[in-house]
Antibody, heavy 117, light 112 residues
Framework: EVQLVESGGGLVQPGGSLRLSCAASGFTFSSYSMNWVRQAPGKGLEWVSYISSSSSTIYYADSVKGRFTISRDNAKNSLYLQMNSLRDEDTAVYYC??????????WGQGTLVTVSS | QSVLTQPPSVSGAPGQRVTISCTGSSSNIGAGYDVHWYQQLPGTAPKLLIYGNSNRPSGVPDRFSGSKSGTSASLAITGLQAEDEADYYCQSYDSSLSAFYVFGTGTKVTVL
């Protein structure tokens, strides 16, 4: 069974940093591209970042470019999102999602990031 | 900001048929990229409902169907059931420089 479990969310002050993790199991992690998608409270889904299976290709949404860094460790079956210079508008539930043919076929349960003073 | 436009809400009585539209542009749906649909039940993570415009993952009832034409796509739910009350999002790929994966604005389906 495919499982994606996010962790690392919490309350952080504006300008602060946070590192999210996503532990994958039930599939060959190193064979799949992965993404982070977020959802602000009461709002819709917003794609955040993409990383290819070998980490050779990385994309970011304009809203986080230069502040967030996506990475992965295929030996540990883990995906990460380093978030720096956090802003109020980064408050959201962050989901990791497995990608297959340009869609997201499995999602984690999400981790809440709250940016507030 | 969302690049794909959906109606904010649709509603129907149990057993009825409802449709949700998803309107894009020449850089995403109109460029030939597939449309995918997700169902988000209250308080849960999104779940893939339709992929590749009209394909259902294993376990998704055939009450759900998708189609695509030009710069738009549609999700239809026939035989509406109480458990279908949820938020639905379309998603595609965008070839513009500012976005890669784009989602619709989301549609709340209410079962009357």
């Amino acid at each position: 069974e495919v499982q994606l479990v996010e962790s690392g969310g919490g309350l952080v002050q504006p300008g602060g940093s946070l590192r999210l993790s996503c532990a994958a199991s039930g599939f060959t992690f190193s064979s799949y591209s992965m993404n982070w998608v977020r959802q602000a409270p009461g709002k819709g889904l917003e794609w955040v970042s993409y990383i290819s299976s070998s980490s050779s290709t990385i994309y970011y949404a304009d809203s986080v470019k230069g502040r967030f860094t996506i990475s992965r460790d295929n030996a540990k079956n883990s995906l990460y999102l380093q978030m720096n210079s956090l802003r109020d508008e980064d408050t959201a539930v962050y989901y990791c999602a497995r990608e297959r043919h340009l869609n997201f076929d499995y999602w984690g349960q999400g981790t809440l990031v709250t940016v507030s003073s | 900001q969302s690049v794909l436009t959906q109606p904010p809400s649709v509603s129907g009585a149990p057993g009825q048929r409802v449709t949700i539209s998803c309107t894009g542009s020449s850089s995403n749906i109109g460029a030939g990229y597939d449309v995918h649909w997700y169902q988000q039940l209250p308080g849960t993570a999104p779940k893939l409902l339709i992929y590749g415009n009209s394909n259902r993952p294993s376990g998704v009832p055939d009450r759900f169907s998708g189609s695509k034409s030009g710069t738009s796509a549609s999700l239809a739910i026939t035989g509406l059931q109480a458990e279908d009350e949820a938020d639905y999002y379309c998603q595609s790929y965008d070839s513009s420089l500012s976005a890669f994966y784009v989602f619709g604005t989301g549609t709340k389906v209410t079962v009357l």
